[in-house]
């Protein structure tokens, strides 16, 4: 049966067809139902071997805030959240790596060369507009911010991004800083 029969057979002229207005309304929710099913198996499948290959999952997704210093809570009630602790805090062979991968993902692009400030700040000079702390960079890496920081964390392993932080702890401040705030 061609696409014109099935036209002519939905709008009653049955004709040279043999299915008639109501047979074809009947099997509509046969081919929705079908379909479905079929989209469902599918994405049960890409979960499951999502999870296999160490992706996150919906259900292994980060928690969805960050407890921080720099976070005012509203009435003092902070949500819930988890504290996040750099695993390589204080380890040059990391800070290494991470200087590797500042590179290598581009960051210099936008944070230049020493992460000196280019088109984005400045992240050497100690002034810092989301907060210093080590989950307070992990969190601007991984999320994004607006603005024009794009998120990583899903691109990088979050044992990459944990480098870059220990290398942007590691610099040491410049004598001359080139600007007086971020504001």
Known sequence: MDLRALTRAARGRTGDVSM?????????PVGVLALVLALGCNA???DASRAREGA???DKAPPPAIVSESHIAAGGALPAGATLTNPYAGD????????ALFTSMNCDGCHGGGATGWVGPSLADGRWRYGASASEIFTSIYY??????PAFGGLMPK???WRIVTYLQSL???NDVPTESWK
């Open 20 to 28: 008639t207005r109501q047979q074809t309304i009947r099997r509509i």
């Open 44 to 46: 049960s499948h890409t």
């Open 56 to 58: 996150p999952t919906a």
């Open 92 to 99: 040059s062979t990391a800070a290494t790596a991470g200087a």
């Open 144 to 149: 994004g911010r607006r603005y024009g920081m």
């Open 159 to 161: 044992a990459g991004i």
């Open 172 to 174: 040491t401040l410049p």
